[in-house]
């Protein structure tokens, strides 16, 4: 029982990250929140990775551009993208458009490593894709054919590509590295490369402007957001396994809804219930027909 509980906190905490990001990005250029947030996570991961495996694992050479690769495209590019999108989007349409991972991730397998797309799985693809397009484009769907989308969703959309790409990279590496080496290594190369544009942007001068609130969310977005959420997420994989562990993922958008309807007053509009149904009903398709083919 007490896993489920650390599974369900979890899905709370990484929808709060959504709040505690647009919160800090209204003060706080998105290098130097990413660089603060990774450098508080990476030392954290590789203290806890110490302890639990007993040394820090030394990296193949085979290893080494796959996990250079994870922290350029799974921890630069994303947060810099996550980061510069909550500054002008609401948070709750962003954690529905990130809802729609698990599909895009589907789709490459399906492409890149010849995994095969059921029926019922391709199904839930065309559900959660049309949740997000109306979720995109705020239920009217002429919006986007007449250019209406700005910065915001192009900035969202482009951290769904590099999660799909770091995913799959990164299924190849956990193959020889435990996933909490990897994620470790990968933040600890995502926060050495934000240093340098990060300084650019003003870090120090960030630093000693810093109000009590802007500390509050990078801490929480590094403790909670990163460290916690993914040793109790792996903690959940290896206690129940990849599949019950990975339904409590369909918490994080209504966290995040729920979270910004209450601290950041979003407001909770039709549109955004529509897409929400549709999104969570894809991904929870596209899962339970993985979980169905399993047994």
Same mark, same amino acid.
């Given at each position: 029982?007490?896993?489920?509980?650390?599974?369900?906190?979890?899905?709370?905490?990484?929808?709060?990250?959504?709040?505690?990001?647009?919160?800090?990005?209204?003060?706080?250029?998105?290098?130097?929140?990413?660089?603060?947030?990774?450098?508080?996570?990476?030392?954290?991961?590789?203290?806890?990775?110490?302890?639990?495996?007993?040394?820090?694992?030394?990296?193949?050479?085979?290893?080494?551009?796959?996990?250079?690769?994870?922290?350029?495209?799974?921890?630069?590019?994303?947060?810099?993208?996550?980061?510069?999108?909550?500054?002008?989007?609401?948070?709750?349409?962003?954690?529905?458009?990130?809802?729609?991972?698990?599909?895009?991730?589907?789709?490459?397998?399906?492409?890149?490593?010849?995994?095969?797309?059921?029926?019922?799985?391709?199904?839930? $693809?065309?559900?959660?894709?049309?949740?997000?397009?109306?979720?995109?484009?705020?239920?009217?769907?002429?919006?986007?054919?007449?250019?209406?989308?700005?910065?915001?969703?192009?900035?969202?959309?482009?951290?769904?590509?590099?999660?799909?790409?770091?995913?799959?990279?990164?299924?190849?590496?956990?193959?020889?590295?435990?996933?909490?080496?990897?994620?470790?290594?990968?933040?600890?190369?995502?926060?050495?490369?934000?240093?340098?544009?990060?300084?650019?942007?003003?870090? $120090?001068?960030?630093?000693?402007?810093?109000?009590?609130?802007?500390?509050?969310?990078?801490?929480?977005?590094?403790?909670?957001?990163?460290?916690?959420?993914?040793?109790?997420?792996?903690?959940?994989?290896?206690?129940?396994?990849?599949?019950?562990?990975?339904?409590?993922?369909?918490?994080?958008?209504?966290?995040?809804?729920?979270?910004?309807?209450?601290?950041?007053?979003?407001?909770?509009?039709?549109?955004?219930?529509?897409?929400?149904?549709?999104?969570?009903?894809?991904?929870?398709?596209?899962?339970?027909?993985?979980?169905?083919?399993?047994?």
């Amino acid at each position: 029982m007490k896993i489920y509980l650390k599974l369900l906190l979890t899905a709370i905490f990484w929808g709060g990250t959504f709040v505690a990001g647009r919160l800090v990005t209204q003060n706080v250029g998105p290098y130097s929140i990413s660089f603060l947030r990774y450098t508080i996570a990476s030392i954290l991961l590789l203290l806890l990775t110490w302890r639990i495996e007993g040394k820090l694992p030394i990296l193949q050479k085979s290893q080494i551009i796959p996990v250079l690769l994870l922290g350029i495209i799974g921890i630069f590019i994303y947060n810099v993208m996550f980061f510069k999108g909550l500054k002008i989007i609401e948070a709750g349409r962003a954690a529905l458009i990130i809802a729609t991972c698990p599909i895009f991730i589907t789709i490459c397998m399906a492409i890149f490593l010849k995994e095969k797309i059921s029926l019922l799985k391709g199904l839930g $693809i065309v559900i959660s894709v049309c949740g997000a397009i109306i979720v995109i484009s705020k239920g009217n769907l002429f919006r986007i054919f007449k250019g209406g989308l700005g910065l915001s969703e192009l900035y969202i959309f482009c951290c769904v590509l590099s999660w799909v790409t770091y995913s799959v990279i990164g299924k190849s590496v956990m193959k020889n590295l435990s996933p909490l080496a990897s994620v470790s290594y990968s933040a600890t190369v995502g926060a050495i490369a934000l240093l340098a544009p990060a300084l650019f942007e003003g870090l $120090i001068l960030n630093i000693a402007n810093q109000s009590a609130l802007d500390w509050l969310c990078i801490s929480y977005l590094g403790v909670f957001g990163t460290v916690i959420g993914f040793v109790w997420y792996y903690q959940g994989v290896e206690r129940i396994g990849p599949t019950k562990a990975g339904l409590f993922i369909n918490f994080v958008p209504i966290s995040a809804i729920l979270c910004a309807f209450f601290i950041l007053e979003e407001q909770i509009t039709l549109s955004l219930v529509i897409g929400a149904v549709l999104v969570i009903s894809g991904v929870y398709l596209t899962n339970r027909t993985a979980r169905v083919k399993a047994t």
